[in-house]
């Protein structure tokens, strides 16, 4: 049995105040109070967490991802430049280091429903970008992201897949396979979101916004203006990071309205392959 006197370790605490609230709302009593404490009194106050056993839903949760904290050696020091909005911890499925995929990592990004030729240009700058020791960051989404990884693969090269989901789930859930290659063969399954989450408009954004913050820069091969992937292009940009776009082949396709307006607004770097790419990095 648990009860509100169990001691609450501060895995727990980080992991139970995630649960319920954002990051940004949290600062002010985190850095005051820190986590423990400010779980304690939250507990006190918030109908919403009666009942919540912080240790009892970490143990559960933990069978199926390991939750990574600041301050864990498998904590990537990359999110601490979101600030804030920095996540209070990570749930992490895989046999990589995350630390070092996210050391060398890009993230690739796109439309879910994306064109033939986006895929295969995702699928090029993404292989190319694993065979010159880089790290691909992606969703498991459809189109452009699924070919992001399709392209890693065949280096190979283990990625970094970030899910808008509790990793007990996979989003699409008929990429279940792609998930498994992704965590069994070097790389690494993230989200900021707890086992049993669904995807929501809320966690799309905020997966889009983790993909960029674990990267050295973004690249976007094809977006709409209303893309999830441009949540990840104004992460990169809000964090002094490269924002790099292929320019459409055709200037006023519907499929790339976010990055035509990206690379016309000059708030994304126009590149054509892997080897521009590469040269933005170097030259940040």
């Known amino acids: 049995m648990f009860s509100a006197s169990d001691p609450v370790g501060e895995r727990a605490a980080r992991a139970a ?20 404490a400010l779980w304690e009194h939250l507990a006190r106050t918030d109908r919403r967490m009666a009942g919540y056993h912080p240790g009892h839903q970490l143990e559960s949760a933990q069978l199926t991802a390991q939750f990574v904290i600041p301050g864990d050696d498998s904590w990537p020091t990359r999110l601490d430049a979101l600030g804030e909005a920095a ?7 895989g046999t990589g280091d995350l630390p070092a995929l996210s050391d060398r990592a890009v993230a690739v990004t796109g439309n879910r429903h994306a064109t033939a030729r986006g895929q295969s240009r995702a699928a090029s700058i993404a292989g190319d970008l694993a065979a010159a020791g880089r790290t691909v960051t992606a969703s498991l989404a459809h189109g452009i992201d699924t070919a992001a990884h399709t392209g890693a693969h065949r280096v190979p090269a283990p990625p970094i897949a970030v899910l808008p989901c509790g990793l007990d789930l996979c989003h699409p859930h008929d990429n279940g396979d792609l998930l498994r290659a992704v965590a069994d063969r070097g790389g690494a399954v993230v989200s900021a979101f707890r086992p049993g989450t669904p995807v929501s408009v809320f966690t799309l954004r905020a997966t889009a916004q983790l993909a960029a913050a674990l990267s050295a820069a973004a ?17 990169a940009r809000q964090l002094g990071r490269p924002v790099l776009a292929l320019p459409p082949d055709e200037p ?23 080897d521009d790419i590469l040269i933005a990095i170097a030259l940040r």
Request: net charge positive; no cysteine.
């Open 252 to 274: 006023h396709s519907a499929y790339t309205s976010g990055t035509a307006q990206l690379v016309k607004r000059r708030r994304a770097r126009p590149v054509r392959d892997a």
């Open 219 to 235: 690249v976007l091969v094809e977006a709409t203006d209303q893309s999830p992937a441009m949540n990840a292009a104004y992460t």
């Open 87 to 93: 996540p209070l911890g990570i749930w992490v499925r």
């Open 17 to 36: 105040l995630s649960a319920f609230h954002s990051p940004e709302s949290l600062a002010a009593g985190l850095a005051e109070h820190g986590p423990v």
